[in-house]
């Protein structure tokens, strides 16, 4: 079974940064495209980046482009988003997905069946 744990949330300043993870047991993760989601209160779950099973195809929302950054390690089976000059607005619980298939990458939520429990990220000073 699909197991994905997200970590390396937290409390920032407007302006840091935070690394967060997506480990995966279970499986291994260079059959699976991986996307990064988050859900603010009150709001729907949005795709923040997408990165395909070797990193050839990596899809980033505008909302972050320039600031964040996907990678992947298959080799530890983890998953990064790289997320720097934080601004309030990317307050949300941060949660990753994996679909599995190569060359392929999506921002949508409905397109990923395996989810992760979440990650809470609050940018506040």
């Known amino acids: 079974q699909l197991h994905l744990v997200e970590s390396g949330g937290g409390l920032v300043q407007p302006g840091g940064s935070l690394r967060l993870s997506c480990a995966a047991s279970?499986?291994?993760?260079?059959?699976?495209?991986i996307g990064w989601f988050r859900q603010a209160p009150g709001k729907e779950r949005a795709g923040v980046s997408s990165?395909?099973?070797?990193?050839?195809?990596?899809k980033v929302a505008d909302s972050v482009k320039g600031r964040f950054t996907v990678s992947r390690d298959n080799a530890k089976n983890t998953v990064h988003l790289q997320m720097n000059s934080l601004k309030p607005e990317d307050t949300a619980v941060y949660f990753c997905?994996?679909?599995?298939?190569?060359?392929?990458?999506?921002?949508?939520?409905?397109?990923?069946?395996?989810w992760g429990q979440g990650t809470q990220v609050i940018v506040s000073s």
């Open positions: 997905a994996a679909r599995r298939g190569y060359n392929w990458a999506s921002l949508t939520p409905a397109d990923f069946g395996s």
């Open positions: 279970g499986f291994s993760l260079d059959s699976y495209a």
């Open positions: 990165i395909s099973s070797y990193g050839g195809i990596k």
